[in-house]
């Protein structure tokens, strides 16, 4: 069996029912492979897995090198279990450290993170949980102010000073955004939601962290990795449009004057809380381990007498769901996963009703 007729047999048996199917395929069309196509897969050795990866590492960098290597470990591990080799070729040692600027947290990661954020709780655990809600830098996030709060229209209306670009935007609350600082204690006079003591926003960041690594157990990442992940969630499982992604990070898009301006923000803004309330909803699911088992589960996997595109067909009912009212989403997770009212972590995460009531 050659290199090529192994990775067309790995793709269609085992990879087809991945959710990462797409990006393991191109991994395989890499010219880098070329050398390999024709080959025994028998014959390929250690030493050419490890000459493959340093041009890769030349040409791409160390994390493109954990993902060619995750693919072709994959590969080969496939082909031991169908008795298509008898060892693997790969050896320890291959794993090149990243650089954190091109992290993306795993769905298991995020929920990790997101349930040690509840098991620590107080300012810093509310800021961070903040970070995943909004999409939104550490900086602004740090030195949101409740004064810049619209409760009634669900809004954070940032200033020109708060954004990196020097673009004032309004980010969209979710109801578990907007709970999240509703449990902040007020101070009387002060403004900051993060606080320790109100006079001033969080600052230690990096002390915080340590103690998210320990009590998550995930490592090798950065706050500003969540705002990467969140874009990557929008445009990825959520099926967002590059443009609400765009727009929920500040980045600046086309243009608008006058009129037009107007009704581009509000379209803009309404296509916004739609990507951050699905985020919402997604970081809830993942937090309960048993429930987002079932639901990816359901998700990806290619059913006995089904093609691909049955799991295609429950994303997309997934998406649409997700982007419905509490009523919808509710309903889809019952039936998915069996639960009265779905995989719920904590009590307040599917009040969308949370508006003029909630003291801010």
């Known amino acids: 069996m050659t290199f090529d007729e192994a990775v067309d047999g790995y793709l269609k048996r085992h990879v087809a029912k991945l959710r990462t199917a797409d990006q393991v395929e191109g991994i395989f069309k890499l010219p880098v492979f070329e050398p390999w196509r024709s080959r025994r897969l028998s014959a390929i050795a250690g030493k050419d897995v490890a000459d493959i990866l340093d041009v890769v590492e030349m040409n791409a960098g160390p994390a493109r090198v954990n993902r060619v290597l995750a693919a072709v470990r994959g590969l080969f591990n496939f082909a031991m279990s169908r008795g298509w080799i008898d060892a693997s070729p790969i050896r320890p040692g291959l794993v090149r450290k990243e650089d954190s600027r091109d992290r993306v947290l795993?769905?298991?990661?995020?929920?990790?993170?997101?349930?040690?954020?509840?098991?620590?709780?107080?300012?810093y655990a509310g800021a961070a949980r903040m970070l995943f809600l909004t999409g939104q830098r550490a900086?602004?996030?740090?030195?949101?102010?409740?004064?810049?709060?619209?409760?009634?229209?669900?809004?954070?209306?940032?200033t020109s000073a708060d954004q990196k670009n020097g673009v004032a935007m309004n980010v969209p609350l979710s109801p578990v955004a907007l709970r999240v600082i509703a449990d902040r204690p007020v101070t009387e006079g002060l403004d900051f939601v993060f606080s320790s003591d109100g006079a001033?926003?969080?600052?230690?960041?990096s002390w915080f962290k340590d103690r998210v690594d320990v009590?998550?157990?995930?490592?090798?990442?950065?706050?500003?990795?969540?705002?990467?992940?969140?874009?990557?969630?929008?445009?990825?499982?959520l099926g967002?449009?590059?443009?609400?992604?765009?727009?929920?990070?500040?980045?600046?898009?086309?243009?608008?004057?006058?009129v037009t301006a107007i009704y581009d923000r509000s379209d803009r803004e309404d296509s916004m809380r739609l990507a951050l309330n699905a985020v919402a909803r997604l970081l809830e699911l993942v937090a309960d381990l048993d429930g987002w088992a079932v639901v990816d589960d359901h998700l990806h996997s290619v059913r006995p007498g089904e093609d691909a595109n049955g799991p295609r067909e429950r994303r997309a009912a997934f998406r649409h769901a997700i982007r419905g009212s509490d009523s919808c989403w509710g309903q889809w997770l019952s039936s998915v996963t069996g639960a009265a009212n779905g995989p719920i972590q904590e009590p307040y995460l599917h009040k969308?009703?949370?508006?003029?009531s909630i003291s801010i």
Request: charge should be positive; glycine fraction near 12%; proline fraction near 3%.
């Open 106 to 123: 795993s769905f298991d990661e995020v929920g990790a993170i997101w349930r040690s954020l509840g098991d620590i709780g107080g300012p």
């Open 139 to 158: 900086t602004p996030v740090s030195q949101m102010r409740r004064s810049a709060i619209d409760r009634r229209a669900m809004l954070w209306r940032t």
């Open 200 to 205: 001033q926003g969080v600052t230690a960041w």
């Open 215 to 237: 009590a998550s157990g995930v490592e090798n990442w950065r706050w500003h990795d969540v705002r990467r992940t969140v874009a990557t969630i929008m445009g990825g499982l």
């Open 240 to 258: 967002f449009d590059p443009d609400t992604v765009q727009a929920v990070l500040g980045h600046s898009g086309r243009a608008r004057i006058g």
């Open 352 to 356: 969308s009703t949370l508006t003029a």
